[in-house]
């Protein structure tokens, strides 16, 4: 069983939908959780960290179920420019090495 | 001014030549890494460094060998390259509980 499991996609939406990624992950002690995103060839960039009470930077709200190890993220008004590939990523113990999900591709079209 | 730097972008070799690429960053972070993304686009992490000393070393062919002159820098060596060894390269670099800061990556191709 992979660590970090998401559904690698791709999901293509119309502009403007609200669409929603999914990931598990296997180890309970799991300190630290993060979505990052990746453009075609580039490198991946912290999208937001994700917390236990959920939170939300503007379109984007994560979600975390430590219960369940289930992490998600909400967007909303989908934009052309989200078109990139989700990483769901968790870290084992502060500062430790981040272990990557496969990444879910998103594609937004007009 | 680039926070995480790496060189080369791009690199082409043959099989069984060694290669180096660098990294540095300005960050000020303690620990700095090595990540590979293969074809299937799955990041796995190589190695580890925390102020110069290595603390995470995976299951790593021994023709891989990091070297970290100092905590802003963390190089990567690889002898007898194979084709299997094709693949993008990432270092990071991060401080405390804060997610990482990724360099822009060296796109080794091995022929």
């Known amino acids: 069983r992979k660590e970090v499991e998401q559904d690698p996609g791709p999901f293509n939406v119309p502009e403007g939908a609200t669409v929603a990624f999914n990931c598990t992950y296997s180890?309970?002690?799991?300190?630290?959780f993060f979505w990052y995103r990746q453009d075609c060839r580039k490198e991946p960039k912290l999208l937001m960290s994700?917390?236990?009470s959920g939170n939300e930077d503007g379109r984007f709200t994560a979600q975390l179920n430590r219960a369940s190890q289930y992490i998600s993220l909400l967007i909303r008004d989908s934009k052309l420019s989200d078109s990139a590939t989700y990483l769901c990523?968790?870290?084992?113990?502060?500062?430790?090495?981040?272990?990557f999900g496969q990444g879910t591709e998103l594609s937004v079209k007009p | 001014d680039t926070a995480v730097s790496q060189t080369p972008k791009y690199l082409v070799t043959q099989m069984g030549n060694d290669k180096s690429i660098k990294c540095e960053q300005n960050?000020?972070?303690?620990?700095m890494y090595w990540y590979k993304q293969d074809s299937k686009k799955f990041l796995k992490i190589m190695f580890s460094?925390?102020?110069?000393?290595?603390?995470i070393n995976e299951t790593v062919p021994n023709r891989f060998s990091p070297k970290s002159p100092d905590k802003a820098h963390l190089n990567l060596h690889i002898n007898s390259l194979e084709l299997g060894d094709s693949a993008v390269y990432f270092c990071?670099?991060?401080?405390?509980?804060?997610?990482?800061?990724f360099g822009s990556g060296t796109r080794l191709t091995v022929v």
């Open positions: 990071a670099s991060s401080q405390g509980r804060d997610g990482y800061t």
């Open positions: 180890n309970s002690a799991s300190q630290s």
């Open positions: 994700v917390y236990s």
């Open positions: 990523v968790v870290n084992i113990r502060n500062g430790g090495k981040l272990i």
């Open positions: 960050l000020g972070h303690d620990t």
């Open positions: 460094y925390n102020n110069k000393e290595l603390i």
